[in-house]
Nanobody, 115 residues
């Protein structure tokens, strides 16, 4: 069982920045893949960015060049630095990981970008 706890959401003006953080607990081993998804009102949950322990990353096209994902493999944490935020980035952001064939989700943190 893996527990994910997020922090760092909030309200920001368009063009501003926020940093999300997520810590995983409950796993005695390093986690290979961690990342972030988001869900806006009335829309499906979508991938934002994921990162493997080896350093490879995958970003949604809509956030490339603005968001940066980073990890501390030893601590099983993952951060998402979000710059140049746009109103369309408004959503609940969920930390995510996959271990032993099971997905795990955090409780979500709200990000609101005011125009």
């Amino acid at each position: 069982q893996v527990q994910l706890v997020e922090s760092g959401g909030g309200l920001v003006q368009a063009g501003g920045s926020l940093k999300l953080s997520c810590a995983a607990s409950g796993s005695a081993f390093s986690i290979d893949i961690m990342g972030w998804y988001r869900q806006a009102p009335g829309k499906q949950r979508e991938l934002v960015a994921v990162m493997r322990s080896g350093g490879s990353t995958n970003y949604a096209d809509s956030v490339k060049g603005r968001f940066t994902i980073s990890r501390d493999n030893a601590k099983n944490t993952v951060d998402l630095q979000m710059n140049s935020l746009k109103p369309e980035d408004t959503a609940i952001y969920y930390c995510w990981t996959w271990r032993l064939g099971n997905p795990y989700w955090g409780q979500g943190t709200q990000v609101t970008v005011a125009s």
